[in-house]
């Protein structure tokens, strides 16, 4: 399955996605991937489904659009809206439908 379809991330949950910012990069966990219900409507993606990510750096980065790249993933530009904040993280969530 491709990098851009709920089993092509699935295959990578728990793992770790460089993810440019300027000049550096700082790292996100794949924590969850959960499919939504499938749709009917005609030019929708068939089966939408979100992404959560955490990342143990303290600043939060804006909603916008990232380039995620991980080993055997490849690389791919995600949007990412800041959703919490945990003790050991920010928490980010991508909604692909």
Sequence with gaps: MGAGTYEGFAGHLHGTFSVAIGQ???EMTLV?????????????RKEPFALIFKCANAVVLPQRTYP???QGFGKMDIFI?????????????AVFN
């Excluded at 969850?32 to 929708?44: M, S, V, Y």
């Excluded at 809206?81 to 920010?90: L, M, Q, T």
């Design 24 to 26: 550096g990069t700082v």
């Design 32 to 44: 969850q991937a959960t499919k939504g219900k499938p749709r009917e409507w005609e030019g929708l």
């Design 68 to 70: 995620f790249e991980r």
């Design 81 to 93: 809206v800041p959703v919490g904040r945990e003790r050991d993280g920010v928490i980010y969530q």
